[in-house]
């Protein structure tokens, strides 16, 4: 039964590997194609895993519809994060909990910490640096004036919320390059590009890039530990909830999930949005003829759109029996949130630009469950602000 409504070409599901490489340089319309193919199908597809150091691991199913992906996120009991939500192959568990902190932990362990770090994350910390988003994104505006035509990415995407995510951590301006160069090693999915193409070289220079990082927020921890600034740092080392207080790897950890996932994706939805205003003109004139009315739903569809989190992954802790398939103890289910953002069967004309989209229960930041985006007022908070001040600009 084909649930495909017929405004992408068939494709035939054995042509589709989602772990081939080659499958994500496709363009985006046989991407879109490929994934509308799978949806299709009666049964989530299974694939092997990508090949990596170990072993490879038993394969995953790819859960690629709305439905799955929303009911998996909200059963942590059953579809759990601790042996790794942020690899598909297995990695020892303490290389996952130093680089992923507690995204890719379960319940004690993950509900203790975001308790502790939710209060150092409060709105009136996200409220200090939405004032100098601002600043921050005029200043970029004035640059870009100055220099005329030059790279977004790096003077734009990249910039504005490296800058955001130092500021709000207090972390000193001379460093802010090193932080970058870091996070997109540990991020780098061993694109040759920003690695070492030799399997294990590429492994010992992600290390150093955590350690370097780790070395950094521990001596502004201790530097700030009962001397506390108004930086998250500081709230962070001084936070104690009910005698709960995060232990120096706990820091360190933390530092890095959040350098690392405040970083890249913001980046990328800032990117995308250049790319989805320039491909689809009259919704960049429908933004540009009221920027604060729709800018709100611009930023949420830009992020349906775009998903900048491709996917995160899930492990079966026992049998289970899930929108019409069995799933069994340790099967690996990996939630492809690009593809559940452009589920037909949720978003009406899902290949359409639409930033007047409402409803929009697109699931960007994750699904409603313990994971769900910390950072996701932060992030819609960095999105908004550059589009309201270029437009005020220009
Ligand atoms: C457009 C930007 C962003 C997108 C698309 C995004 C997406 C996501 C997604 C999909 C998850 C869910 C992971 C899961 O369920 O396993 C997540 C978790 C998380 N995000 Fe974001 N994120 C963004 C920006 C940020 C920013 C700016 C920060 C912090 C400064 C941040 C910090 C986190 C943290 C700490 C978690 C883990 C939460 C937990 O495990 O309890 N994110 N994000």
Redesign the pocket.
């Known amino acids: 039964m084909s649930r495909v409504t017929a405004q992408y070409p068939p494709l035939s599901a054995e042509h589709i590997d989602l772990s081939d490489t080659e499958f994500w340089g496709w363009p985006l319309a046989d991407r879109q194609a490929a994934f509308a193919t799978l949806r299709s199908l009666d049964h989530p597809p299974f694939y092997a895993e990508p090949e990596f150091l170990f072993d490879p691991g038993p394969g995953y199913y790819a859960l690629v519809r709305h439905a799955d992906v929303v009911e998996a ?1 909200r059963n942590p009991e059953v579809f759990c ?1 601790g042996k790794g ?1 942020t690899s598909i192959p297995d990695l020892p568990v303490e290389f996952n909990e130093y680089f992923g902190s ?2 890719n932990m379960d319940d004690p362990r ?1 509900a203790r910490l ?1 308790r502790i770090v939710s209060r150092a994350f409060t709105p009136r910390m996200i409220q200090r640096v939405a004032d100098d988003v601002a600043r921050i994104a005029a200043e970029i505006v004035d640059d870009l004036l100055a220099k005329g035509p030059c790279d977004f990415v790096e003077n734009v995407a990249a910039r504005l919320p490296l800058t955001i ?1 130092c500021q709000l951590m207090g972390i000193p301006d001379d460093t802010y390059s090193m932080v970058l160069r870091d996070t997109n090693i540990i991020l780098s999915g061993f694109d040759p590009d920003l690695i070492s193409e030799d399997m294990n070289e590429a492994v010992g220079q992600i290390l150093a890039a955590g350690g370097e990082l780790a070395e950094l927020v521990t001596a502004l921890g201790n530097e700030r530990a009962g001397k506390p600034g108004d930086d998250l740092v500081s709230a962070l080392v001084n936070a104690n909830i009910d005698g709960e207080q995060l232990t120096t790897a706990e820091l360190a950890s933390f530092f890095i ?2 350098v690392v ?2 970083n890249e ?2 980046r990328n ?1 800032l990117s995308h949005s250049l790319v989805l205003l320039t491909d689809f003109p009259e919704q960049r004139q429908l933004l540009l003829a009221d920027i604060d009315g729709p800018i709100g739903g611009a930023v949420e569809e830009i ?1 349906r759109y775009a998903s ?2 491709m996917f ?1 992954r899930r492990t079966v802790t026992r049998d289970h029996h899930m929108n019409g398939h069995d799933y069994h103890e340790g099967d690996k289910a990996v939630l492809f ?1 690009w593809s559940a953002n452009q589920d037909e069967t949720v978003f009406t004309d899902p290949a359409q630009f639409d930033i007047t989209r409402s409803p929009n229960p697109h699931v ?3 699904a409603a ?8 007022h ?2 819609r908070r960095t ?1 908004c602000c550059p589009a309201s001040s270029t437009a005020s600009s220009t």
């Open positions: 996120s994060s939500a507690m995204i993950h975001r995510i999930l959040l996932a405040g994706t913001t939805a992020v900048p989190v995160m949130y960007g930041f994750g469950g313990p994971h769900f985006c910390l950072g996701a932060l992030a999105a």
